[in-house]
């Protein structure tokens, strides 16, 4: 094949059709793979790049350039590999999340770094284990920000804010498994398939206020709501390890005040929080980074991980897939890349 098809947009904006279009096939550079994509999830994040969130940051990596094609997972097989690459072949089924580029996974071939690719667990069916790459690799980057590991949180109370979402399942089901005792706050609806990951607490945010939690936690995890962070802080026990936020406002303060007013605005902003929890333990604004050998861990676990419902859709159909992601329908959406 000499094409290949993308999603792609052309300007930012919330409504901002998603044109499906042809495109000559990616030609791997050193060091790189080209996989054919079989199955690619959208993230939240997909939805508010869309819209143009996080622009400023994103255009210094040359994440933002039209036409954008947006994505991070993908599950597929390796369709050419560049000089410098070892370990792959063409023909190999591997799975993984790219860091965000303007060339995205929502696309039926897309270039990578072939360390962000691993070989795929075949266990698993190709449209869920693409909803787990990008989800895992923020979580465990959030566990080294907020100083989680087994020595830290074995036999203690850890709190997750958010536990019903995709991130949030992940890390129950983690956090059970280095030891810890879960607390897991979220929705009703969600917080049965809490229970199952392993919480041994349940919270629902609607009828209990995270202000009424008891101030024992070894660790706080933040996937739910900025407007939570103080109070979730003051959760932490004395001897905590840490305290960890994938909703923090880094995109957003870049995106409103430059790059300049957005760094001040930043490092103040953290440094404010940091100043409210104890001593000795850490505070980290998570960001999504790939990590080779994190990948390789969820290659190694996503089989025992409860997999998550999916709805899956064609390449022209990512307009309703993104309204599906933003609307918060249930289900994680997924595009079939190899069906147009
Ligand atoms: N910084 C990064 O690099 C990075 C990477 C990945 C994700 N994220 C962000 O992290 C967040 C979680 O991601 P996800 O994929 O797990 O999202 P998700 O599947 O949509 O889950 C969101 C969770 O937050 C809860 N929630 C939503 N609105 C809330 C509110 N106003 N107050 C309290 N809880 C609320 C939901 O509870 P119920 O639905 O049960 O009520 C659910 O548990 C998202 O905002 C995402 O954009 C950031």
Redesign the pocket.
């Known amino acids: 094949m000499n094409h290949s098809y993308i999603a792609a947009i052309d300007g930012f904006g919330d409504a901002v059709a998603l044109g499906l279009r042809s495109a000559p096939c990616p030609q791997p550079r050193h060091g790189e793979i080209v996989v054919q994509v079989e199955a690619a999830a959208i993230?939240?994040?997909d939805v508010?790049r869309r819209g143009g969130y996080g622009s400023r940051l994103f255009s210094l990596m040359g994440a933002a350039r039209m036409p954008l094609v947006l994505g991070n997972d993908f599950v597929g097989t390796v369709y050419a590999v560049g000089r410098g690459v070892t370990g792959l072949r063409e023909g190999d089924a591997v799975f993984g999340a790219k860091p965000p580029s303007s060339a995205g996974t929502h696309a039926t071939h897309v270039t990578m770094r072939a360390e962000h690719a691993r070989l795929r667990p075949s266990s698993i069916p190709a449209a869920t284990l693409a909803t787990l790459p990008?989800?895992f690799l923020?979580v465990t980057?959030a566990f080294a920000d907020a100083g989680i590991c087994r020595e830290t949180v074995n036999g203690r109370p850890v709190l997750v804010?958010?536990?019903?979402?995709?991130?949030?399942?992940i890390a129950v089901w983690l956090l059970h498994r280095l030891g810890a005792s879960v607390t897991a706050?979220?929705?009703?609806?969600?917080?049965d398939a809490c229970l199952a990951a392993g919480a041994a607490e349940l919270v629902d945010?609607?009828r209990q206020s995270l202000a009424s939690l008891p101030r024992h936690f070894a660790a706080t995890l933040n996937?739910?709501?900025w407007?939570?962070e103080a109070d979730l802080l003051q959760r932490l026990a004395p001897d905590a390890a840490g305290h960890a936020t994938?909703?923090?406002p880094?995109?957003g303060n870049f995106d409103r005040l430059g790059l300049l007013g957005g760094g001040v605005a930043t490092l103040v902003g953290k440094r404010g929080k940091r100043g409210q929890i104890p001593k000795g333990a850490r505070y980290g604004?998570?960001?999504?980074?790939p990590n080779p050998s994190a990948l390789q861990a969820l290659a190694d676990c996503a089989a025992a991980l409860a997999p998550p419902t999916v709805k899956t859709f064609t390449l022209s159909q990512a307009g309703q897939a993104y309204l599906h992601v933003e609307q918060?329908q249930p289900r994680r959406a997924v595009l079939l890349p190899g069906q147009l």
Do not use: C, E
């Open positions: 993230n939240p994040i508010r990008y989800n923020t980057r804010h958010g536990a019903t979402g995709g991130l949030g399942q706050v979220g929705g009703r609806k969600g917080l945010r609607h996937f739910a709501s407007d939570d994938t909703v923090h880094l995109l604004w998570t960001t999504f980074r918060g």
